[in-house]
């Protein structure tokens, strides 16, 4: 699988600004891909104040993304503002080329920062098949929480879509490492780079780790598009090898 690692800045809490944004930097993607994966919040950056930026699914940006995917023959997904029955969530959207959209409402919710004060948690983790590969798709904070993530699946991939600030970059780093290890499975973190309108740093460290903790791209820190592309025969083949999966435990989340 093919994947674009869109790595960028964001104009804090002007969605318009962002897509044009955005759209100029897919539209110049020439190669033939599977899978775009933008940040988190990718219209606003991850702000506290979701009325100003809110959209709903029938919103604009969810039209431009079913417009750029089917255009670009790929799936793109990133998470966004969504006002839904008066509440507002952090969802990450997938949306497919044909137009079909499955959605996840970011579980663990940021207390630091009081993410849990003005956003709804969700509950249900989004697992989905797509051109041949299971995938995991889950924000940010999400990260520190190996449970919930916990491959029981046996989903492929694992991706991770954040504003995961620069002071707490090494944490990233390394629990994204762990995840890959940890589930057997490849692993891509997709971080912003810049400044918000908290004057929170972020630089960026998108990556892909292989399912042996190996990175496919290092961190990197530039403002651009990065791509991967995944081979699921020899992750199949290495699972079969070592078959640690098997010996996973079994649990209840509640």
């Known amino acids: 699988m093919k994947t674009v690692i869109l790595q960028t800045e964001l104009s804090w809490e002007n969605p318009q600004e962002n897509r044009a944004l955005l759209n100029q930097k897919i539209t110049a993607i020439t190669e033939t891909v599977d899978l775009i994966v933008l940040p ?42 969504i006002e839904e029955g ?51 798709l889950l924000i940010c904070y999400d990260l520190r929480f190996p449970v919930f993530a916990r491959n029981v699946e046996h989903y492929d991939l694992l991706v991770y879509v954040a504003n995961w600030p620069k002071l707490r970059v090494q944490a990233w780093d390394i629990l994204l490492r762990a995840r890959a290890v940890e589930n057997m499975c490849y692993v891509i973190g997709v971080n912003r780079v810049g400044a918000d309108g ?44 070592l078959a640690f999966l098997e010996d996973k435990d079994h649990f209840t989340i509640n």
């Open 40 to 81: 988190e919040m990718f219209t606003s950056g991850f702000t506290m104040n979701p009325k100003a930026v809110a959209e709903t699914m029938e919103g604009p940006t969810i039209a431009w993304l079913k417009q750029l995917a089917h255009t670009k023959d790929c799936a793109i997904t990133g998470s966004l503002v």
């Open 198 to 241: 908290n004057q929170h740093q972020y630089i960026g460290h998108s990556q892909a780790v292989d399912y042996l903790g190996n990175y496919l791209l290092e961190p990197q820190e530039a403002a651009t598009h990065f791509i991967v592309d995944l081979d699921k025969e020899v992750l199949l083949e290495t699972r079969s090898k």
């Open 86 to 136: 008066g509440e507002y969530f952090n969802r990450l959207v997938f949306v497919h080329p044909n137009g079909q959209i499955h959605t996840y409402d970011k579980r663990h919710l940021f207390t630091l920062a009081g993410e849990d004060k003005v956003y709804s948690a969700g509950n249900d983790k989004l697992v989905i098949d797509f051109r041949g590969f299971k995938i995991c």
